[in-house]
């Protein structure tokens, strides 16, 4: 079901509500933050998404608009982090996986497992 999510310019302390989708914030938490195609149209810069379920402050409220920036940030890097820890993660399991099978002898349904982790872990890495 779609909800309105909230569109907006720091600079200006603009904000604009489009459609989007309720579970957004959960489902697809590194587009919180991200800049679409939505302009401010104040300065035309490109808006950040902030999804449905974050406050905005009035835009009589410079300190608090301030602070919301500053939590984006902290909330981008946070995120970035965990995805970063998770990449190494499977990363490290793909090659244990790898090396196992290998110990374990070839036989033709190992080298096509070996085959398909290696081509794993050229995507993710
Ligand atoms: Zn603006």
């Given at each position: 079901?779609?909800?309105?999510?909230n569109?907006?310019?720091?600079?200006?302390?603009?904000?604009?509500?489009?459609?989007?989708?309720?579970?957004?914030?959960?489902?697809?938490?590194?587009?919180?933050?991200?800049?679409?195609?939505?302009?401010?149209?104040?300065?035309?810069?490109?808006?950040?998404?902030?999804?449905?379920?974050?406050?905005?402050?009035?835009?009589?409220?410079?300190?608090?608009?301030?602070?919301?920036?500053?939590?984006?940030?902290?909330?981008?890097?946070?995120?970035?982090?965990?995805?970063?820890?998770?990449?190494v993660k499977?990363?490290?399991?793909?090659?244990?996986?790898?090396?196992?099978?290998?110990?374990?002898g070839?036989?033709?349904?190992?080298?096509?497992?070996?085959?398909?982790?290696?081509?794993?872990?050229?995507?993710?890495?």
């Amino acid at each position: 079901m779609a909800c309105m999510g909230n569109w907006v310019c720091f600079g200006c302390r603009i904000t604009k509500r489009r459609p989007t989708w309720r579970r957004v914030t959960y489902t697809r938490p590194e587009s919180i933050g991200m800049r679409g195609n939505v302009k401010c149209q104040q300065c035309s810069k490109l808006m950040y998404f902030l999804g449905p379920t974050i406050q905005i402050p009035p835009k009589s409220k410079p300190k608090e608009w301030a602070k919301l920036y500053d939590a984006l940030i902290e909330f981008r890097q946070e995120f970035a982090k965990k995805h970063e820890i998770g990449k190494v993660k499977l990363r490290h399991e793909l090659e244990k996986a790898i090396s196992e099978l290998e110990q374990r002898g070839y036989n033709k349904e190992r080298e096509k497992l070996i085959k398909e982790y290696e081509e794993r872990l050229c995507r993710h890495t």
